[in-house]
């Protein structure tokens, strides 16, 4: 079994920064991509940004510029830094990581989510 769990979230004002930080652990082989997600109210969850383990990395038109996404592999943790936040980056963020488990193959696991609410 594989959990992710997250921090870093909380309430900030338009224009200010926050970091998530997300770490993996459990029956981890090796973790493939990690990424960030965010699901605000009444919209479908959406990607923000993904990183390979090769440091590949791509982010949704709406945050390029103002977030950037990092991983440190020997801890098996992803970062999300958001800068020049917005009211509209309110939402629940969430954690991905496709995962090899060994026999089991690949495995995609989410986080719990950590809510972060920009008000301006």
């Known amino acids: 079994q594989v959990q992710l769990v997250e921090s870093g979230g909380g309430l900030v004002q338009a224009g200010g920064s926050l970091r998530l930080s997300c770490a993996a652990s459990?029956?981890?082989?090796?973790?493939?991509?990690m990424g960030w997600f965010r699901q605000a109210p009444g919209k479908r969850r959406e990607l923000v940004a993904i990183?390979?383990?090769?440091?590949?990395?791509d982010y949704a038109d709406a945050v390029k510029g103002r977030f950037t996404i990092s991983r440190d592999n020997a801890k098996n943790t992803v970062y999300l830094q958001m800068s020049s936040l917005k009211p509209e980056d309110t939402a629940v963020y969430y954690c991905?990581?496709?995962?090899?488990?060994?026999?089991?193959?690949?495995?995609?696991?989410w986080g719990q989510g950590t809510q972060v609410t920009v008000s301006s």
């Open positions: 990183v390979s383990n090769g440091g590949s990395i």
């Open positions: 459990g029956s981890i082989f090796s973790i493939n991509d």
């Open positions: 991905n990581a496709d995962v090899s488990v060994g026999l089991a193959g690949r495995l995609i696991y």
